[in-house]
């Protein structure tokens, strides 16, 4: 005889209050944590580009001039350029075009979750609308504001803020686009995007210290030569502890441990050790002053050899086996499976590479007797040594030489997070 299990209706009243009740407790304590989360992300971004702003704020301003004026908060009459965004040669306006136009397209495929491999999907009116037609307002709505800012006619700030409500207005057409953002969050990224934007233009478009800077000390120059030197030695560290690394790995010959004990051993060298004689060597070979004195001594380096070498020993051994069942050599399993398997590793050890390269100092200043052939970081330090009166255009041409930098990280910057992650979760 079957039975009804009634519940009396005032207990699952209490009970359906309860779980309310719990729900709205946990819910509550998820917005609390999310809250906690930002507030610190927001705190510790304040701490690391807190010292960032205040360089920027005194390369605005000479430091005579910021004394004489009693030394009010920075800046301090700023010396505006009468520009808009077409002024300059027909180079210079499709390579600004061209990197804000990848600038919306890149800030529209995050909010998107895209790869770029599936950059059709970019093509949508609206996203085209956020990406055209950004950059379209950006160009037009500055040209006003550049022009307030070099007539100090005190429209100024009206002015730079119809340009990024004008931003705002493209973007977020682009950021609803599919139903991926609610519309709280694709306001507040609009916001941050257009103010974004709006003020690294005219922060570092408008004043004229940055391009006195470049021009006066001769930058473009100095910074191509330390690119090329950066670039021909990544490469080399790159290849070189590919190729040391797979043999210790995956090739059998006598005393492979001893070897690569003593290989690891120069990491106990630093450069001071072995200057003298390095400089020695320059010298008879008649390199003083050119590029293969600055790029073969650090074509490889034991420490690429060891973080690669850890990351081809991470791969299952039955991958290799498999291979050779299906006749692949050495070179095919190398350029085929296990590069690509450790490509994270790779790739933070290049940007680890071209880090160090490119902030070189010592070892330029040492093969390097002409001005002529300065790097970027010799010419700097020759800027700050001979120009006290005017200290903010060598504090301009530092922030300018840390363009490339802040490039190279933001590209690599999922590829370094893998790389020192990797391992790490079982």
Known sequence: MATNDLTPVGADTEASRGVRVATGHSSR???LSKVWQYAMLVALAAIVIGPLLLTLRQALTP??????????PYPVEIAWKDRTWFTGGPVSLVG?????????AWLQKVAADLPWTRWRQ???PARLVAILGGTVVLAVATGPAFASLHDADGRSQWLVLAAMVAVFATQLWGYLDGGRRKVGYALVQSAFTAFGLVGTAVIFVGPEVWTTSWGRYDLGSA???????AVLITVLQVTTSIMSAYAFVFLRFPFKRILFALFMATLLLPLEVTLVG????????EWTNTMQALVLPFGATALGTFLIRQGFRGLPSEIQDATRLDGYGH???LTKFAVPLTRPVIASFTVISALQAWNQYLWPRAVISENSFNTLQIQLRFVSAGEVANANQAI???????VPVIVLLIAFQRQIIRGLTAGAVK
């Open 96 to 104: 600004r075009t061209l990197v804000v136009l990848f600038l919306f």
């Open 223 to 229: 910074m191509f030569r330390s690119l090329i030197m």
């Open 396 to 402: 301009a041409a530092a922030l300018v030489a840390s």
């Open 29 to 31: 304590r998820q917005l």
């Open 122 to 124: 970019l093509l949508t």
């Open 331 to 333: 070179v095919s399993f």
């Open 278 to 285: 390095n400089i020695a060597t320059i010298r008879q070979l």
């Open 63 to 72: 430091p005579f001039q910021w004394v004489n004026k009693g030394r009010p």
